[in-house]
């Protein structure tokens, strides 16, 4: 599963025995895979502060899981014909050892693997500095997303525009990719060459009037440019004398005169264009040697591990060292900086989750700042519940009324507003790394 329970208990003996019963219990009963979610120490400041920030900091969580899931659906749709792949590129860098920052791995390794980033958000900073320095990267990149796919998606309807162009019936779609010079009289003081749409069933009625609509008629001068499933297009050639008098004979007899004249310079202009347009739109995910490559890390192949809470032998669902990306190589613009931003924006938001869980604990459990985070994944969908069973039951003693009213929602928790499915005795958020769902 790729949903992540993100819990803190205080750090005495007491309470980090408990984190031990569930771990043994979880286990055992093959409920969830469990590890320690490492939070450094920040400066505390004021409770007032705190408590302000635990507000600001749940809009911020809410807007950048927003953000994020916004970015993967615009890898998507970049990525068109090979959606499949998207989830790909959907990567976070490093985070595991300073010597491999560089590298890109799966989402799930980096939130089993978090580590705080103290060179982008400095611990020693007052923590209102730390959420302000997130929310306005979260900010920047929010507003050069909506820049980017605006421009995209004008990209995207000015192609789809000429394309429709050249996908309707004879009377609607565009001719230059049909006709070409050879089909028409050009540069004659009389002469002019028509575009005429006859239907399937007059075939035979064209070839033997076509001579005698009107005067002046060139003698063989039809021919058959393409047709579709209602009809075809022919050329006539006639003095252009008598073009209005040929244009009402054809429509008493069920032809349609199409209104073209050939512009080599325009026909040119608007093949040129939709080129133009189809090679800018397919240079934006251009991916062609982007696929996860082996053999390209300077770092020697191995399994990425975490330390789990009582399993330390097991390995993370993570990837080798050598399935990641060559960065840029053969990416178009767009693609590149989804991919880095999306990196980006992922990786501040597991930092706010951090961050939450930090303001959370001490707001609940007080000072001195004493806790201990752990990260649960539920390993199947059907046991979430026992899950919760089991972790109320062992923290139950952490705060009575709340535990109480889970299991009997008649139960109000007092000075609370929240609805009981959202408090629980210890605290709790929900990581969800179902992106593209």
């Known amino acids: 599963m790729s949903e992540f329970w993100l819990i803190s208990a205080p750090g005495d003996k007491e309470n980090v025995q408990a984190l031990e019963r569930?771990?043994?219990?979880?286990?055992?009963?093959?409920?969830?895979y469990n590890t320690?979610?490492?939070?450094?120490?920040?400066?505390v400041g004021t409770l007032d502060s705190l408590v302000g920030l635990s507000d600001e900091l749940g809009k911020l969580d809410t807007f950048a899981e927003s953000l994020i899931?916004?970015?993967?659906?615009?890898?998507?749709?970049?990525?068109?014909?090979?959606?499949?792949?998207a989830?790909?590129?959907?990567?976070?860098?490093?985070?595991?050892?300073?010597k491999m920052k560089c590298l890109k791995i799966d989402l799930t390794s980096f939130v089993t693997h978090f580590e705080w980033d103290m060179a982008k958000y400095p611990a020693k900073q007052p923590l209102v500095s730390v959420v302000d320095t997130i929310a306005k990267q979260l900010a920047q990149i929010e507003m050069d997303l909506k820049s980017r796919t605006a421009a995209y998606n004008t990209l995207k309807t000015n192609l789809e525009n000429l394309e429709k162009k050249s996908m309707g019936n004879l009377f609607t779609r565009t001719l230059s990719d049909i006709v070409s010079k050879e089909d028409f009289v050009l540069d004659s003081?009389?002469?002019?060459?028509?575009?005429?749409?006859?239907?399937?069933?007059?075939?035979?009625?064209?070839?033997?009037?076509?001579?005698?609509?009107?005067?002046?008629?060139?003698?063989?001068?039809?021919k058959l440019i393409t047709e579709d499933k209602e009809g075809g297009l022919f050329t006539v050639t006639l003095f252009r004398k008598v073009i209005e008098d040929f244009k009402t004979k054809a429509k008493e007899n069920k032809f349609t005169v199409r209104e073209f004249y050939y512009d080599e310079k325009e026909i040119k202009r608007e093949r040129e264009e939709m080129a133009r347009l189809l090679s800018d739109k397919k240079q934006q995910y251009q991916t062609s040697c982007v696929a996860l490559k082996k053999g390209s890390s300077t770092f020697p192949d191995h399994k990425v591990k975490v330390t789990p809470l009582g399993n330390p032998d097991r390995p993370a669902a993570g990837q080798t060292d050598r399935e990641r990306e060559s960065e840029g190589e053969g990416e178009g613009p767009l693609l590149r900086w989804l991919k880095v931003n999306f990196s980006e924006a992922f990786i501040a938001w597991i930092h706010v989750k951090a961050l939450r869980v930090f303001v959370e604990s001490v707001l609940r459990y007080g000072l001195p700042v004493n806790f201990q985070a752990v990260l649960l994944q539920p390993l199947k969908k059907s046991s979430t519940k026992r899950l919760r069973e089991v972790l109320n039951s062992v923290f139950r003693h952490l705060d009575e009324v709340a535990a109480t009213s889970i299991l009997d929602a008649s139960v109000e928790i007092p000075g609370l507003q929240l609805n009981n499915q959202d408090y629980f005795p210890y605290v709790y958020f929900h990581i969800d790394l179902s992106l593209l769902d």
């Open 69 to 85: 899931r916004r970015m993967a659906q615009s890898v998507v749709e970049v990525m068109e014909d090979s959606k499949g792949k």
């Open 22 to 32: 569930m771990n043994t219990v979880t286990s055992k009963s093959n409920l969830s």
């Open 87 to 98: 989830q790909e590129h959907l990567l976070a860098n490093g985070g595991l050892k300073e």
């Open 36 to 43: 320690k979610f490492t939070i450094p120490d920040f400066k």
């Open 189 to 222: 003081e009389y002469l002019i060459t028509l575009l005429v749409i006859v239907p399937k069933s007059n075939y035979s009625q064209w070839q033997k009037t076509y001579e005698s609509l009107s005067d002046m008629v060139v003698p063989r001068s039809t």
